[in-house]
């Protein structure tokens, strides 16, 4: 009997976090992207590739925790991580190629 229980409990456990990570994780992006539209204020219209260059810099320097009120606010978090041990990145991207892809969207933003 103790065992059908805990099974109903971990049952339960499950299907409430299963959402709440879920939106959780869609209020993370939210706040990312307000963050990232400081410096890309059309940022819908990189091209893939580079929207994951600037997402995955994003989270691994945990744009969300910075008190971010400026594009050079934003720009000081993504160079930054890229300095990090394990900088998140594209696959097909090493560290030099990204922070190479990184100054150039800078320089050519809108």
């Known amino acids: ?23 959780m994780g869609q209020q993370l992006a939210q706040v990312h992207i307000a ?13 893939p590739k580079d929207r994951a260059l600037i997402a995955g810099l994003a989270v691994t320097c945990q744009l ?4 971010v009120v400026t594009a050079a606010d934003t720009l000081s978090c993504l ?8 900088p998140m990145l594209p ?6 190629d990204a922070r190479r892809r990184l100054e150039k969207l800078i320089r050519d933003r809108v």
Do not use: C, H, Q, Y
Request: cysteine-free.
């Open 35 to 47: 963050k990232l539209r400081l410096v890309w204020g059309a940022l819908e219209e990189l091209n």
């Open 64 to 67: 969300e925790r910075n008190e």
């Open 79 to 86: 160079r930054t991580d890229l300095d990090e041990e394990k």
């Open 91 to 96: 696959k097909s991207m090493g560290r030099e």
């Open 1 to 23: 009997m103790k065992l059908k229980n805990l099974m109903v409990v971990i049952a339960g456990a499950i299907l409430i976090a299963v959402p709440l990570s879920r939106f």
